[in-house]
């Protein structure tokens, strides 16, 4: 890898064999936007057909990425190009009782097993780094994607 490459490779904290995870980005929120605006991902989430503005996708990030925040979020990227690809995040994480709300987003290249590794990196996270004993899935019945990759 040149060390142009280098300067513009994604920082990836935790590697699979083929899904990483890293922080969220402030250059990827038009990305965020999109991924949030898609349909597919919007009936994955059950919304109220609100479709989410950039404005608020930069809120969201906001929120997301305060120093003080006890959620923990990800970018998913698909490690063959390094593009992300989805969302990944712990939420409510509360320590005393070591429990936390388990989430993810993929936005682009669905079906291809890089949610379900990104799933099993996560909890592998939350469990081993983070200390936890229960890490909650709350989705809907009819969603099988999402049922098979916690599984």
């Not at 919304?47 to 006890?70: C, L």
């Not at 592998?124 to 969603?143: C, E, I, K, Q, Y």
Request: aromatic share 8%; glycine share 8%; no cysteine.
């Amino acid at each position: 890898m040149t060390s142009e490459e280098l300067k513009h490779e994604p920082p990836i904290i935790v590697r699979g064999r083929r899904a990483g995870l890293g922080p969220l980005r402030r250059d990827l929120i038009p990305t965020y936007a999109r991924w949030q605006t898609d349909l597919e991902v919007l009936r994955g989430m059950g919304t109220s057909g609100q479709v989410p503005r950039v404005e608020a996708t930069e809120a969201w990030y906001e929120q997301a990425t305060r120093p003080e925040s006890t959620d923990v979020y990800f970018t998913i990227y698909d490690l063959d190009d390094l593009a992300p690809v989805g969302t990944a995040l712990l939420v409510r994480v509360d320590q005393h009782s070591s429990t936390a709300e388990f989430g993810i987003t993929i936005g682009e290249r669905r079906n291809q097993g890089l949610g379900t590794e990104a799933t099993r990196l996560v909890l592998d996270w939350a469990f081993t780094v983070m200390g936890l004993h229960n890490v909650l899935l709350v989705t809907f019945s009819w969603n099988l994607a999402a049922i098979r990759a916690y599984a």
